[in-house]
């Protein structure tokens, strides 16, 4: 089961050593493959491990009769993605007499277990999803295409190898096909007209340590914090004497951000953190960026590759700022909900008139 350490009242998931970059030893790998209906609990009966297109798939059945495929892939991309689907499909379409021909102990035997599975189940026991995916590497484009298959009974999970100074290793696999955190401008009870009227006060992301950041200019500078006259204006939140303002998309974002909101960047395997200010600038390391794309360098210590406003979240699994940017350009496109506003408005001052 998941484990939590409690800080400062809350419940936070427990992380020890550090997470291994590197490629995934096939070993470790291995081991996930022996143990995966274990360490994703999920109740289904294994009918057998078969390799197609070169990549090992579990062949699993829940106790409906649904065809469950499962697979572990070192790194995933939109390609991987893609083929990963067609083989369930493949093996969705196999009849019940062609599933139990592929157990190893025998279509007799299968009948024998697979009875003695079902009769094991509490009553109403199904997994809603059929295909279960399992990667340590996930580039961004497999994940952009998460959003479009939720709800179509595909699951894919990250695989993160952490490693202590004793050389010991841990596994830590999560789900990504989770709901995204609400943005500010769409939690429950804000309606246009309230949105017109002031942002409520919105604490963003799942990190509890949510604390206003101190601008560099109110505080010593840590050893190795670069605090160039050049970056002291814009830690005030002004123009850098190049004319430099933070991007307008985040500027329009930040207009309802109340404090400083925490921000987390993975790309490929890495990950970084950040805080975003109510003025737009992106501040990494005590030094404010005016756009994703700079921040997402200063973090890696060099250019990147990738969409920086997908790589950057309102903490881990929160939404991204290109989802940010996209519900903001939504909302100004509904000129009913501003009109609207402006009806109610007036129908509130001629009433308070009469």
């Known amino acids: 089961m998941p484990l939590f350490e409690f800080d400062a009242g809350q419940l936070v998931p427990a992380q020890v050593g550090h997470a291994v970059t590197d490629p995934v030893q096939p070993a470790v790998l291995d081991a996930v493959r022996a143990q995966v209906l274990e360490i994703l609990r999920l109740p289904l009966f294994p009918v057998t491990w078969q390799d197609d297109d070169g990549a090992p798939r579990l062949t699993a059945m829940d106790a409906t009769g649904q065809v469950v495929s499962v697979e572990v892939h070192e790194h995933l991309d939109a390609a991987a993605l893609v083929g990963a689907l067609g083989r369930a499909g493949r093996s969705a379409e196999q009849g019940w007499l062609d599933v139990a021909r592929s157990y190893p102990r025998g279509v007799g035997a299968f009948r024998r277990d697979w009875n003695a599975f079902r009769e094991a189940q509490p009553a109403g026991t199904t997994v809603a999803a059929r295909v279960h995916i399992i990667a340590a590497h996930i580039d961004d484009d497999a994940r952009q ?16 190898v952490r490693a202590m100074s004793s ?11 989770v709901p995204v955190a609400p943005l500010p401008w ?45 970056a002291a204006p814009a830690a005030r939140g002004e123009a850098t004497p190049d004319g430099t303002t933070p991007d307008e998309d985040l500027r329009s974002i930040c207009a309802d951000l109340q404090e400083p909101a925490p921000l987390v960047w993975v790309h490929n395997g890495r990950r970084g953190e950040a805080t975003l200010r109510p003025d737009g600038w992106i501040v990494v390391g005590g030094r404010p960026f005016p756009a994703p794309e700079e921040a997402a360098s200063a973090v890696a210590g060099g250019q990147v590759t990738g969409d920086a406003w997908t790589a950057w979240r309102f903490g881990e699994h929160g939404p991204s700022l290109r989802e940010a940017r996209e519900e903001l350009r939504a909302h100004r496109a509904r000129p009913r909900n501003r009109s609207g506003g402006l009806r109610r408005r007036e129908r509130r001052r001629r009433a308070a008139s009469e």
Request: hydrophobic fraction near 40%; proline fraction near 11%; charged fraction near 25%.
């Open 145 to 160: 295409a998460l959003d479009a298959l939720a709800g179509a009974g595909v699951v894919v999970h990250e695989l993160v």
């Open 167 to 177: 050389g010991r290793l841990f596994v830590d696999v999560t789900e990504l096909s």
């Open 186 to 230: 769409l939690l429950p009870g804000r309606t246009p007209a309230a949105i017109e009227q002031g942002p409520e006060p919105v604490a963003l992301g799942d990190s509890p340590d949510d604390a206003p950041a101190v601008p560099a200019t109110q505080r010593e500078a840590t050893p190795g914090e670069e605090t160039s006259e050049e």
